[in-house]
Each structure stands twice: as structure tokens, then as C-alpha cells.
């Protein structure tokens, strides 16, 4: 059973650009959240999803940043007209009804 | 809302020695517990956690945690550590929400162990 995956593992942009970020889930998991660890700081919650649904996004920056997880198909981040401060490592998790959250390797985005 | 306070950003130690790292939360309703620990440049991995029972939980590779509810703390220990062990470590609890356990991490403690 393989693990949560994250591709790219590395994104360089420059501002202005589009960032897309991709989750896929462990095998039988249907949630999904995402989290944003900013350098020298723990992990801050951004958005839950579940199939089709966007459960929490009390997290999730207003402008600029949505999420995604269709029925088929991997969990997307997308970060629009990215700016400095959006470099970061993002971090996916994904997990059953209420049970443990496994991380996946995260995607380390470097806006130039 | 809940927060997590992990006091020490960089505790080093030499090897086979013990450790503490130290835990403490705020919630205002009942609490999961979670350590993870993350390796240069990797994801985090589940170390151990805390849902209900026994207050002490154990992992596989010798480290142990105490849900301490009076001091609200759920310190991480280890009685000798390994080079192997050198890595961030990160608290996290998540509320018992039904059907939504987004977690709240401190800001993580780096371990450093000197041979």
C-alpha cells in the first residue's frame, strides 16, 4: 500500500506565476487536508476536503489560494499570482473517518 | 480553539543519554494527542499518539509520552538516544470533532544528539 504522494517534490516559480500542487491520497483514504509549514515554524492548517467537498477552509488564505479534490483524480492545490511569501513547504495528509493523518514527503515551492 | 506550546526549539544531548521534550496544550474540550517527527527534508512521520486509555504510549523505537490532563502536557521522553534519533519533533492535538480532526502542531523542537 503505498504512501501519501506529493508531486512536485520542488516548485520554483516566479511571482506572478501559477503554482499547482498535487495530493494523492493513501489507498482507502478519503480525506484529505493540507498544511503550510512557513521556514522555522510548525505546521499551520490550511483546508480539509473530502471528495467533491471542501469540509474546512478556515485556514486557507482569502485571496489567491483554492483547493480541490474531485471525485477522480488527485487533491489540488493551486496558489495564483504566487508572491514571496508563499514559499514554503506544503504538506498534504490524508486519513479514513477519523482516524490517524499520514503525511506525505510535502512539495517545497521556492517563488523567485 | 486550541494551541500547542513546545517551549524548546533546540535541545541537544549526548548520545545515550536521556530526553525530554516538552509538550503543553490549550483547549477548552477534549483533545487527541500526537507526537510526530520529522528527518532533514522528508514528511512527517507518526511517532505516537494519545486517544483514550492508558496515559502512557509508547513507540517502537523506545520513546514514550504521559497525557498529564491536570498540566495539560504531553511531554515526549526517551531513557537513551541514538544518532539515529536527530530530527524535529512536533506536538499536535486534534479536537474531538466529529468528523474533522485538523491538527494543531507547536513549532517543533530539534533534537540534536552529540556523539
Known amino acids: 500500500n503505498a504512501g501519501v504522494m506529493q508531486n512536485p517534490r520542488h516548485l520554483v516559480r516566479r511571482r506572478g506565476q501559477e503554482a499547482r500542487l498535487r495530493c494523492s491520497p493513501m489507498k482507502g483514504h478519503s480525506h484529505v487536508y493540507w498544511y503550510r509549514q512557513l521556514p522555522e515554524e510548525g505546521l499551520k492548517f490550511m483546508v480539509y476536503?473530502?471528495?467533491?467537498?471542501?469540509?474546512?477552509e478556515s485556514g486557507m488564505p482569502k485571496e489567491r489560494f483554492s483547493a480541490e479534490f474531485p471525485k477522480e483524480g488527485p487533491s489540488i492545490l493551486r496558489i495564483q499570482q504566487v508572491v514571496r511569501g508563499d514559499s514554503a513547504a506544503y504538506f498534504c495528509?490524508?486519513?479514513?473517518?477519523?482516524?490517524?493523518?499520514?503525511f506525505g514527503p510535502g512539495t517545497r515551492l521556492t517563488v523567485l | 480553539a486550541q494551541s500547542v506550546t513546545q517551549l524548546d526549539s533546540q535541545v541537544p544531548v549526548f548520545e545515550e543519554a536521556p530526553v525530554e521534550l516538552r509538550c503543553n496544550y490549550s483547549s477548552s474540550v477534549s483533545v487527541y494527542l500526537f507526537w510526530y517527527v520529522q528527518y532533514p527534508n522528508q514528511g512527517l512521520q507518526l511517532l505516537l499518539k494519545y486517544l483514550s486509555g492508558s496515559t502512557l504510549v509508547e513507540s517502537i523505537n523506545g520513546f514514550e509520552a504521559e497525557f498529564n490532563k491536570s498540566q495539560t502536557s504531553f511531554h515526549l521522553r526517551k531513557p537513551s538516544v541514538h544518532i539515529s534519533d536527530t530530527a524535529e519533533y512536533f506536538c499536535?492535538?486534534?479536537?474531538?470533532?466529529?468528523?474533522?480532526?485538523?491538527?494543531?502542531f507547536g513549532t517543533g523542537t530539534r533534537l540534536t544528539i552529540i556523539p
Open positions: 499536535a492535538v486534534s479536537e474531538y470533532s466529529f468528523g474533522n480532526e485538523k491538527l494543531t
Open positions: 495528509a490524508s486519513s479514513t473517518y477519523t482516524d490517524t493523518q499520514y
Open positions: 476536503l473530502q471528495k467533491e467537498n471542501i469540509i474546512d
